[in-house]
């Protein structure tokens, strides 16, 4: 199976802040990275696909990079709403692997 | 509008069956791939299975493997998941989802999920 390393596990970060989340693989997946926002009770809301697709009504300050092994999830200008935990997940290979999650808090 | 509701979750014995259903709307069901995605108590995701939108493609995680079986009733618009030989660490949040297009690799829609509980 294709590992999925987030990091950092946890940020704390204030309104207006610019977060970098990163995911490494265990081996290439080329493109097939997803980013996922959850927040608590909540199902997973998809953020980008592709690496780099940003996902229909999703707002401009989140992007996304990378291929092969190392990707990295941007948000620009933290606001209040973006408060939550982040995933990744590769899509390039059965079982379909998510990263253990960045839990995004303010500071 | 999109909707996956799931249901048939509840608390059951180690080494005991559940059936998770997941009843789709809004969408043309039979051209969709079908997932169902697990998520333990603060933990992480988990991919648990998949189907094709024929049900001719159908895979499994390694930790259910032979205990689990996913089907789809492309005329009932509905999915399910087929759970036995449960285990404490099967206890979780079951999430029906939906990848957004044949090979689209990516989930579009979730449901809300539904609670199993593995308890003696």
């Known amino acids: 199976d294709i590992q999925l390393t987030q990091s950092p596990s946890f940020l704390s970060a204030s309104v207006g802040d610019r977060v970098t989340i990163t995911c490494r693989a265990s081996?290439?997946?080329?493109?097939?990275l997803v980013w996922y926002q959850q927040k608590p009770g909540k199902a997973p809301k998809v953020l980008i696909y592709?690496?780099?697709t940003l996902q229909s009504g999703v707002p401009s300050r989140f992007s996304g990079s990378g291929s092969g092994t190392e990707f990295t999830l941007t948000i620009n200008s933290l606001q209040p709403e973006d408060f939550a935990t982040y995933f990744c997940?590769?899509?390039?290979?059965?079982?379909?692997?998510f990263g253990l999650g960045t839990k995004v808090e303010i500071k | 509008e999109v909707q996956l509701v799931e249901s048939g979750g509840g608390v059951v014995q180690p080494g005991g069956s559940l059936r998770l259903s997941c009843a789709a709307s809004?969408?043309?069901?039979?051209?969709?791939?079908m997932y169902w995605v697990r998520q333990a108590p603060g933990r992480g995701l988990d991919y648990v299975s998949a189907?094709?939108?024929?049900?001719?493609?159908?895979n499994y995680a390694s930790s259910v493997q032979g205990r689990f079986t996913i089907s789809r009733d492309n005329s009932k618009n509905t999915v399910y998941l087929q759970m036995g030989s449960l285990r404490a660490e099967d206890m979780a949040v079951y999430y029906c989802?939906?990848?957004?297009?044949?090979?689209?690799?990516?989930?579009?829609?979730w449901g809300q999920g539904t609670v199993v509980t593995v308890s003696s």
């Open positions: 989802v939906r990848e957004a297009g044949l090979s689209a690799r990516f989930f579009d829609y």
């Open positions: 809004g969408f043309t069901f039979s051209t969709f791939p």
């Open positions: 189907i094709s939108p024929d049900g001719g493609f159908i």
């Open positions: 081996q290439g997946i080329s493109s097939y």
């Open positions: 592709a690496a780099s």
């Open positions: 997940q590769q899509f390039n290979s059965f079982p379909m692997t």
